[in-house]
């Protein structure tokens, strides 16, 4: 079966900011990203968990599948914003079967 | 004394005090039971939606006076000036960035619901009434603290990104929360239907509340016990900020309460006000706002110090102090 290159770019953010950074997906022309629940974790500021009440610090993971080049315009709009919004943000190569659908 | 002795022995003996503390010893010794977020979550929102009502419909009843307008805008005063007091106070006392003790300001500026009801709750236990329009005087001084807050902070930030699509989602987040929106929906609802609109929910609103707001309370244990354990930003001084700035607030509510001519409920509810601290509103609008600021500040001292401190020894003292200046 064939497969096409594509990147799979994934970011961890506090749910408060996932339209900040969503928004930034749309206007690079991404055409769907996949936002998931998280349930616990502990970073630099101390453990966190599933955020009962404030819903401030639970975190949640944006997964986004693109072309490079886009991969790229989008990294370079958020990398402005990691230290304030000290959000975490990788990418990795992925195969994906229908080219036309990212 | 021995007054104030008594109040403050039937306030740690009520099943929503006790409920707290179950929730708080049973997190500390690290048992398993927890609340499911979606059920705290829906707790959280009957409770809003409970007192609002009430709040209406006793207003309602007992028709509007001239100190309404009064008290709202004293609420508001306290709201806005708040942030002030307790910034200078923590530039004093603690290490904070000054982005982070804008942010901490903040949230003392705004109210708790929760420690409103559970006031409110306590003084209807001890027999003492307060005026309906609390609730509303409540949902107006919840904002106007993020906003004194958010000037304190950006004498520190060097904004250049200040899209007007991010103020957008502020205000929207400011002024169209969730617990706002519910909180004077339900109110307008209960003044608008009255007497008969609360004898036809009663079975709903007023039945249950009690036992609802102890399953709450319960969970807030947990979460003040478990935040409290895991935090590892908290210092000596940011723990005596967050014992005296509640006594400094309740002291300014108090004083509002009786300049304006409130009952002796009313004041006790204006020092409640003025002394809790918010964990929904402001949290969520400083993430926004401010994402440099650390919520692991912010929150622990709001839920996991100051709350506690109102719910158990807070409460009791503002009513006392308030019979004793009223003579009530």
């Known amino acids: 079966m064939e497969t096409h290159t594509r990147k799979k770019i994934e970011i961890i953010v506090d749910a408060p900011l996932v339209n900040r950074i969503t928004r930034e997906i749309d206007q690079i022309g991404a055409t769907g990203y996949t936002v998931f629940r ?15 009440l404030t819903g401030t610090q639970q975190k949640v993971l944006i997964k986004i599948i693109i072309g490079e080049s886009r991969a790229e315009a989008l990294i370079e709009r958020l990398s402005s914003q990691l230290e304030r919004y000290s959000c975490i943000i990788y990418v990795s190569t992925v195969e994906v079967v229908r080219a036309e659908k990212f | 004394m021995s007054d104030l002795f008594s109040i403050a022995l039937s306030n740690l003996l009520s099943p929503m005090v006790l409920f707290f503390a179950l929730g708080f010893v049973a997190a500390l010794a690290r048992s398993d039971l927890s609340i499911p977020e979606a059920i705290a979550k829906a707790l959280s929102l009957y409770l809003m939606l409970a007192i609002g009502f009430k709040g209406g419909a006793g207003v309602a009843a007992h028709g509007i006076d001239a100190t309404l307008v009064l008290t709202a805008i004293a609420g508001i005063a306290l709201s806005f000036l708040m942030p002030f007091v307790a910034f200078t106070l923590l530039k004093r006392m603690s290490k904070l960035s000054g982005v982070d003790a804008a942010a901490v300001s903040a949230h003392y500026g705004s109210i708790s619901i929760v420690t ?91 039945a249950p509340f009690k036992g609802i707001l102890c399953f709450f309370l319960l ?15 908290i210092s000596p001084g940011l723990i005596g900020f967050g014992l005296l700035m509640p006594l400094i607030g309740a002291a300014l509510g108090t004083a509002a309460g009786l300049l304006v001519g409130l009952s002796t409920g009313g004041v006790t509810l204006m020092a409640v006000l003025a002394a809790s601290a918010s964990y929904i509103a402001v949290p969520a609008a400083m993430r926004l706002a401010l994402p440099e600021a650390n919520p692991a500040v912010y929150l622990t001292l709001s839920l996991a110090i100051t709350f506690p401190f109102n719910l158990t020894v807070g409460i009791p003292l503002y009513l006392a102090v308030a019979q004793y200046l009223t003579g009530g």
Do not use: C
């Open chain 2, 219 to 233: 969970d807030m244990g947990l979460i003040a016990a478990s935040r409290l354990r895991e935090a590892r930003v």
């Open chain 1, 38 to 52: 998280s349930v616990g974790g502990r970073g630099h500021d101390g453990s966190w968990r599933e955020d009962q």
């Open chain 2, 116 to 206: 409103f009801v559970s006031g409110a709750e306590f003084l209807s236990l001890m027999g003492v009434t307060y005026e309906g329009y609390l609730v509303a005087v409540m949902a107006l001084m919840e904002t106007p603290a993020i906003i004194s807050g958010l000037w304190l902070a950006s004498r520190y930030l060097d904004r250049s990104d200040n899209t007007s699509n991010g103020q957008n989602e502020l205000l929207r987040e400011v002024f169209l929360n969730g617990s706002v929106v519910l909180l004077i929906g339900a109110f307008v609802i209960g003044l608008a239907t009255g007497t008969k609109g609360m004898e036809t929910v009663a079975p709903f609103i007023d």
